[in-house]
């Protein structure tokens, strides 16, 4: 937690505890200020005196909830604010996070991080900034007063604090690890739910309601169960609190009033005695809770500060190069392997291609081939492990990551879509478009009809992730929104394959005049979708297993006759 003192606001924190020590100093009054009043105001009768110190006894009492007050404002605001800095810098720092860092941290624990674990910060830190400061306070205040007053009743503390540490202890012990595995079964709970909404197609089409239903229900019993169990045992505390402070009475009056009969004290003293031994016990209790949620709160800061500490494995050169030669557009491989993260086989090799300016070059090959991987590389969303590509002659490394992905269309193979209108996705790329533009890039992909025919045109909602339509349509908008960019290069990943044969070559043909100052890169599984590319590519196992024309494979690649005889019948093509 200590770490994240460079996140706050050091003015902030001054105001909270500054306020928190006001309202501590009324607090500690009240007590004298009541024993005071019992004995030279009730005791003797006099009634000035009595108004007096009522008078002084509301303006303590304004002056204790106006500092409680400014100390939860300022609190609040600064734990919020701790909040909104976490989760600002985390989104930007994933929102810059290469591919090799998403697939390390994984899409779910990073939600998780930037909103569950960022909240109990946020509860932590709130709790440290009012109880932290005010109980040690309350505790040594208190407990001078009460010293100062009486001394000799002082010896209660010696009984009755330990007593009600020892049973804070008790219950802590047992309910932590309760609370512990609470946390662990939230994220199956949210798990099985999330699973269950994503999966609710398949769950239906395989008709699995009933077992996800049980599924469901087992693991929010599980929940429940530990929850109350936790809980039943934390209810404990209040009577213990309770407890104690009712001992702690009986003590102070029982020994008390001896003194009392003697002369040795004063009713009053008595009085503001118990009220010091109640604020000490409270604060007791205060401070055992922030220790027992403290770590929960340490836990949690790790994990954020775990994303902020990451260093991205893709970062621009300090002496970047320019794509000056913008005119003549090529794109080369030289040699290229490249290995994931932890994986023991690499997933490229040697892959050795140039492409200029008005070609088309296709990819194609298997399940797994390495395709996509390939696709990735060129908008340097992972490194190369060997070797070098090169964009207008300049090695991709070089140049400053916007510059570079400025040139490049990408369409990928998951057509994602974003909430909003079309026209919005569409601009995604190039803002400044016109719907001139946007028309006639839905145009050549084979998506102007469907557009047109929705009622409100460009203006008609997107759903989350384009629920709203179909994959077809789905990927003619996800290619429409590459054309709009009017790249120099384009990379249509997979982008074709929930097209039907038609559309799928009345695109390709509208993309030819669209497309004659760009170097487009098509990756297919389909024979069919490559068959006129400039130049094709067979990849195996991330290997090139076969270079050139569908002419030339046809007659001399076996592997890529083997996936044309299990696609379509030779004398067909
Ligand atoms: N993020 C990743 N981490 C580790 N290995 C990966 C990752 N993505 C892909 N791979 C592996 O790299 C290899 C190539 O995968 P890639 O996605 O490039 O294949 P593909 O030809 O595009 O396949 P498909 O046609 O099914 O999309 C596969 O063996 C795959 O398991």
Redesign the pocket.
Known sequence: MTRLAKFMNPWRVFLTVLFMAVQVAGMLAMPTLTANIIDFGVAEGNVDYIIRTGFYMLGFTLLTILSALLNVYFAAKESQGLGNTLRKKIYRMVIFFT?DEL?KFGTSTLITRSTNDIMQIQFVMMMVLRIMTLSPLLIIGAGTMAYTREPQLAFVFIITIPVLAALIWFILHFSGPLFKSMQKKTDRLNRVFREGLTGIRVIRAFNKDEYERERFDEANWDFAQTSIKANTVMAFMMPSMVLAVSVTNILIIWFGSQLVSTGDMQVGNMVAFMTYAMQILIGVMNVSMVLFFLPRGQVSAERVLEVLDTQNTIEDPEQAKHLKDTSNVSLRFDNVSFR????EKS?LENIDFTLNKGERLAII??????????ANLIPRLYDVERGQIKVNGVDVRDVEQGELRRLIGFAP?KALLFSGTIRENMKYGKPEATDEEIWHALEVAQGKDFVSGLPKGLDSRVEQGGGNFSGGQRQRLSIARALVTKADILVFD?SFSALDFKTDARLREALKPDTQDAAVVI?A?RISTVIDADQIIV?DQ?TIVGQGTHEELKTNNPIYQEIMESQLKGEDI
């Open positions: 591919n697939d994931y993260h932890g994986a997933a090959g298997g399940t797994g081939s390495g395709k996509t991987t390939l193979q997979d990756i599984q990849l991330g």
